[in-house]
């Protein structure tokens, strides 16, 4: 049962994050807010070196993988 609310929950996000991406509703923000580029700070709970074998125990939406961390990153 956890596992299918954190997997809708997931969907939701990351849903929400492709809108708010895809409309630049990041620059609207910005431009009304009159403010200039800002740095944008990332926080993350866990990051694991193998995402498969560390989601059969913990939280899957807690952990980021090595690799998508690196995505992130670059």
């Known amino acids: 049962m ?3 609310c954190y997997m809708v929950r997931g969907l939701i996000k990351t849903s929400l994050a492709s809108t708010f991406c895809l409309s ?3 620059q609207l923000a910005r ?4 403010r200039r580029r800002q740095p944008v700070v990332f926080g993350y709970h866990r990051v694991v070196d193998d ?5 059969a125990y913990s939280i ?6 090595r ?3 690196e ?3 670059d």
């Open 2 to 4: 956890w596992g299918r």
């Open 24 to 26: 630049h509703a990041d």
């Open 31 to 34: 431009v009304l807010s009159g």
């Open 51 to 55: 995402f498969e074998t560390h989601a």
């Open 60 to 65: 899957p939406p807690m952990l980021t993988g």
């Open 67 to 69: 690799a998508m961390f």
């Open 71 to 73: 995505r992130h990153l």
